[in-house]
Protein backbone atom coordinates (compact mmCIF):
# COMPACT_ATOMS: atom_id res chain seq x y z
CA UNK A 1 0.00 0.00 0.00
CA UNK A 2 1.08 3.58 -0.92
CA UNK A 3 -0.30 7.05 -1.24
CA UNK A 4 1.01 8.86 -4.62
CA UNK A 5 0.30 12.53 -5.92
CA UNK A 6 0.54 13.63 -8.98
CA UNK A 7 -1.01 17.21 -10.42
CA UNK A 8 -1.91 19.04 -13.56
CA UNK A 9 -2.94 16.32 -15.82
CA UNK A 10 -4.83 18.92 -18.51
CA UNK A 11 -6.39 16.14 -20.32
CA UNK A 12 -8.72 17.24 -23.27
CA UNK A 13 -10.11 13.85 -24.98
CA UNK A 14 -13.12 15.73 -25.79
CA UNK A 15 -12.06 19.60 -26.29
CA UNK A 16 -8.99 18.79 -27.38
CA UNK A 17 -6.57 21.23 -26.72
CA UNK A 18 -3.21 19.98 -27.96
CA UNK A 19 -0.57 20.71 -25.02
CA UNK A 20 2.58 20.46 -27.37
CA UNK A 21 2.43 23.79 -27.85
CA UNK A 22 3.38 24.66 -23.92
CA UNK A 23 6.53 22.13 -24.91
CA UNK A 24 7.90 18.91 -25.86
CA UNK A 25 7.66 17.33 -22.30
CA UNK A 26 3.57 17.66 -22.95
CA UNK A 27 3.95 15.74 -26.40
CA UNK A 28 1.38 12.77 -25.54
CA UNK A 29 1.49 13.51 -21.98
CA UNK A 30 -1.94 11.45 -21.83
CA UNK A 31 0.06 7.77 -22.58
CA UNK A 32 2.63 9.18 -20.06
CA UNK A 33 0.55 9.26 -17.79
CA UNK A 34 -1.08 5.97 -18.62
CA UNK A 35 2.52 4.49 -18.59
CA UNK A 36 3.85 5.89 -15.57
CA UNK A 37 0.61 5.83 -13.31
CA UNK A 38 0.21 2.42 -14.67
CA UNK A 39 4.15 1.26 -13.91
CA UNK A 40 3.90 2.93 -10.57
CA UNK A 41 0.31 2.77 -8.80
CA UNK A 42 -1.28 -0.92 -7.39
CA UNK A 43 -4.99 -1.63 -7.35
CA UNK A 44 -4.19 -1.00 -3.41
CA UNK A 45 -2.91 2.88 -3.48
CA UNK A 46 -4.03 5.68 -3.29
CA UNK A 47 -3.69 8.36 -6.09
CA UNK A 48 -4.45 12.20 -5.18
CA UNK A 49 -4.31 14.49 -8.34
CA UNK A 50 -3.90 17.80 -7.14
CA UNK A 51 -5.97 19.58 -9.93
CA UNK A 52 -5.98 20.82 -13.39
CA UNK A 53 -7.67 17.74 -14.48
CA UNK A 54 -9.62 18.63 -17.54
CA UNK A 55 -9.93 21.52 -20.17
CA UNK A 56 -13.55 21.10 -20.65
CA UNK A 57 -15.75 23.93 -19.22
CA UNK A 58 -18.67 21.55 -18.62
CA UNK A 59 -18.92 18.33 -16.84
CA UNK A 60 -20.54 16.75 -20.05
CA UNK A 61 -17.19 17.91 -21.70
CA UNK A 62 -15.22 16.35 -19.51
CA UNK A 63 -16.71 12.97 -18.96
CA UNK A 64 -14.25 11.39 -20.99
CA UNK A 65 -11.11 13.01 -19.43
CA UNK A 66 -12.95 11.59 -15.70
CA UNK A 67 -13.14 8.07 -17.50
CA UNK A 68 -9.55 7.96 -18.42
CA UNK A 69 -9.00 8.77 -14.02
CA UNK A 70 -11.40 6.62 -13.12
CA UNK A 71 -9.22 3.54 -15.15
CA UNK A 72 -5.96 4.28 -13.54
CA UNK A 73 -5.29 2.01 -11.10
CA UNK A 74 -5.71 2.46 -7.71
CA UNK A 75 -8.07 4.78 -5.07
CA UNK A 76 -8.41 8.23 -6.87
CA UNK A 77 -8.74 11.56 -4.96
CA UNK A 78 -9.31 14.47 -6.66
CA UNK A 79 -8.78 18.17 -5.68
CA UNK A 80 -9.64 21.36 -8.09
CA UNK A 81 -7.51 23.24 -10.02
CA UNK A 82 -7.83 26.84 -11.43
CA UNK A 83 -9.19 25.22 -14.76
CA UNK A 84 -11.71 22.83 -12.88
CA UNK A 85 -14.33 24.85 -14.38
CA UNK A 86 -16.00 21.57 -14.10
CA UNK A 87 -16.42 21.44 -10.82
CA UNK A 88 -18.11 24.23 -8.58
CA UNK A 89 -16.93 24.01 -5.33
CA UNK A 90 -20.51 23.82 -3.35
CA UNK A 91 -21.71 21.27 -5.77
CA UNK A 92 -18.69 18.44 -5.19
CA UNK A 93 -21.80 16.21 -2.55
CA UNK A 94 -23.26 15.99 -6.35
CA UNK A 95 -20.07 14.84 -7.82
CA UNK A 96 -19.13 12.71 -4.90
CA UNK A 97 -22.91 11.05 -5.28
CA UNK A 98 -22.74 10.26 -8.67
CA UNK A 99 -18.94 8.82 -9.16
CA UNK A 100 -19.38 7.01 -5.69
CA UNK A 101 -17.16 4.16 -5.36
CA UNK A 102 -14.84 5.32 -8.58
CA UNK A 103 -13.63 8.89 -7.91
CA UNK A 104 -13.48 10.91 -5.04
CA UNK A 105 -13.59 14.72 -5.32
CA UNK A 106 -11.47 16.09 -2.11
CA UNK A 107 -13.56 19.77 -1.32
CA UNK A 108 -15.03 20.70 2.18
CA UNK A 109 -14.55 16.86 3.39
CA UNK A 110 -11.34 14.46 4.01
CA UNK A 111 -10.17 11.60 2.49
CA UNK A 112 -8.33 8.77 4.51
CA UNK A 113 -4.84 7.20 4.04
CA UNK A 114 -3.78 4.74 7.04
CA UNK A 115 -4.09 6.69 9.86
CA UNK A 116 -3.87 9.77 7.70
CA UNK A 117 -6.51 12.48 7.05
CA UNK A 118 -6.04 13.92 3.26
CA UNK A 119 -6.94 16.95 3.46
CA UNK A 120 -7.63 19.85 0.85
CA UNK A 121 -8.63 22.99 -1.14
CA UNK A 122 -7.51 25.05 -4.10
CA UNK A 123 -5.49 27.40 -2.26
CA UNK A 124 -4.40 30.72 -3.80
CA UNK A 125 -1.67 32.49 -4.65
CA UNK A 126 -1.10 36.01 -5.74
CA UNK A 127 1.01 35.65 -8.72
CA UNK A 128 1.38 39.58 -9.68
CA UNK A 129 2.10 41.03 -12.02
CA UNK A 130 5.44 42.17 -9.98
CA UNK A 131 7.19 44.77 -11.77
CA UNK A 132 10.89 43.88 -12.57
CA UNK A 133 13.64 46.44 -13.04
CA UNK A 134 16.28 46.29 -16.03
CA UNK A 135 18.44 43.35 -13.73
CA UNK A 136 15.53 41.61 -13.35
CA UNK A 137 14.82 43.03 -9.77
CA UNK A 138 11.33 42.75 -7.98
CA UNK A 139 10.29 46.75 -7.92
CA UNK A 140 6.64 46.67 -6.84
CA UNK A 141 3.45 44.32 -8.20
CA UNK A 142 -0.35 44.99 -8.84
CA UNK A 143 -1.65 46.40 -4.86
CA UNK A 144 -5.04 46.27 -6.05
CA UNK A 145 -4.71 42.24 -7.72
CA UNK A 146 -2.98 41.67 -4.09
CA UNK A 147 -5.85 42.83 -2.20
CA UNK A 148 -8.46 40.14 -4.35
CA UNK A 149 -6.18 37.53 -3.80
CA UNK A 150 -6.78 37.95 0.67
CA UNK A 151 -10.03 38.29 0.07
CA UNK A 152 -9.98 34.48 -2.00
CA UNK A 153 -7.09 33.48 0.15
CA UNK A 154 -9.26 34.13 3.23
CA UNK A 155 -12.51 31.93 1.77
CA UNK A 156 -10.02 29.01 0.81
CA UNK A 157 -8.66 28.99 4.31
CA UNK A 158 -12.73 28.81 6.02
CA UNK A 159 -13.24 25.96 3.63
CA UNK A 160 -9.59 24.12 5.04
CA UNK A 161 -10.33 24.90 8.55
CA UNK A 162 -13.91 23.13 7.80
CA UNK A 163 -11.91 20.07 6.30
CA UNK A 164 -9.36 19.72 9.40
CA UNK A 165 -12.12 20.23 11.73
CA UNK A 166 -14.07 17.70 10.17
CA UNK A 167 -10.86 15.17 9.99
CA UNK A 168 -10.24 16.08 13.93
CA UNK A 169 -13.74 15.10 14.78
CA UNK A 170 -13.80 11.79 13.72
CA UNK A 171 -10.43 11.02 15.52
CA UNK A 172 -7.60 12.27 12.75
CA UNK A 173 -4.96 13.31 14.40
CA UNK A 174 -2.42 13.18 11.23
CA UNK A 175 -2.77 14.85 8.29
CA UNK A 176 -1.90 15.56 4.71
CA UNK A 177 -2.11 19.47 3.13
CA UNK A 178 -2.67 19.37 -0.55
CA UNK A 179 -3.46 22.53 -2.60
CA UNK A 180 -3.33 23.33 -6.05
CA UNK A 181 -1.98 27.08 -5.72
CA UNK A 182 1.98 26.84 -4.58
CA UNK A 183 1.52 27.52 -0.58
CA UNK A 184 3.01 31.01 -1.26
CA UNK A 185 3.81 33.19 -3.60
CA UNK A 186 7.73 33.82 -4.94
CA UNK A 187 7.71 36.77 -2.66
CA UNK A 188 6.78 35.41 0.47
CA UNK A 189 8.28 32.71 3.05
CA UNK A 190 5.07 32.37 4.81
CA UNK A 191 1.37 32.29 4.22
CA UNK A 192 -2.08 31.55 5.99
CA UNK A 193 -1.54 28.07 4.25
CA UNK A 194 1.71 27.43 5.98
CA UNK A 195 -0.01 28.73 9.12
CA UNK A 196 -2.53 26.35 9.00
CA UNK A 197 0.16 23.54 7.92
CA UNK A 198 1.88 23.94 11.19
CA UNK A 199 -1.25 24.99 13.71
CA UNK A 200 -2.58 21.40 12.81
CA UNK A 201 0.81 19.57 12.51
CA UNK A 202 0.63 18.60 9.10
CA UNK A 203 3.24 16.11 7.46
CA UNK A 204 3.59 17.46 4.27
CA UNK A 205 1.94 19.82 1.81
CA UNK A 206 1.47 18.30 -1.50
CA UNK A 207 0.73 21.28 -4.44
CA UNK A 208 1.24 21.97 -8.48
CA UNK A 209 -0.08 24.39 -10.93
CA UNK A 210 3.63 25.50 -11.27
CA UNK A 211 4.90 25.11 -14.69
CA UNK A 212 7.95 25.10 -16.77
CA UNK A 213 10.76 25.59 -15.39
CA UNK A 214 11.14 29.21 -14.24
CA UNK A 215 8.14 28.52 -12.48
CA UNK A 216 9.02 25.27 -10.65
CA UNK A 217 11.27 27.49 -7.80
CA UNK A 218 8.10 29.48 -7.19
CA UNK A 219 7.47 28.42 -4.03
CA UNK A 220 9.06 26.25 -0.95
CA UNK A 221 10.16 23.06 -1.58
CA UNK A 222 11.99 20.56 0.96
CA UNK A 223 11.69 20.92 4.90
CA UNK A 224 10.74 24.09 6.28
CA UNK A 225 9.57 24.23 9.92
CA UNK A 226 9.62 20.27 10.33
CA UNK A 227 7.21 20.15 7.35
CA UNK A 228 8.05 18.89 3.98
CA UNK A 229 6.89 20.66 0.76
CA UNK A 230 6.40 18.85 -2.46
CA UNK A 231 6.12 20.54 -5.79
CA UNK A 232 4.15 17.42 -7.98
CA UNK A 233 3.25 19.26 -11.04
CA UNK A 234 3.13 16.58 -14.15
CA UNK A 235 5.62 18.44 -15.81
CA UNK A 236 7.86 18.94 -13.50
CA UNK A 237 7.62 15.33 -12.65
CA UNK A 238 7.73 14.15 -16.40
CA UNK A 239 4.13 12.72 -15.09
CA UNK A 240 5.81 10.10 -12.71
CA UNK A 241 3.61 10.30 -9.63
CA UNK A 242 5.13 10.85 -6.54
CA UNK A 243 5.52 8.25 -3.44
CA UNK A 244 4.39 10.47 -0.22
CA UNK A 245 3.88 7.26 2.14
CA UNK A 246 4.91 3.83 1.85
FE1 LIG B 1 -2.07 23.57 -14.48
FE1 LIG C 1 -3.45 25.50 -12.19
Known amino acids: MAL ?15 MDRFGSVWKHHERKIWKYVNETVGEEDTL ?17 DLAFIEELPGKKILLRGNHDMFWDAKKTERLNQEYSGRLFFLQNNFGVYQ ?42 MERLRESFEQAKEAGYRKFILFLHYPPTNILEQTSPFTEIAEEYGVRSVVY ?12 IQGTFHGISYFLVS ?13
Open 4 to 18: YALGDLHLSFQVKKP
Open 48 to 64: VLTGDHSWGRKLDECRE
Open 115 to 156: DYALVGTKGFTFEGPFYLDRWGNIMGWDEEREEQAKKLVQRE
Open 208 to 219: SHCHGEQRFGDS
Open 234 to 246: GDYLNFHPLKLLP
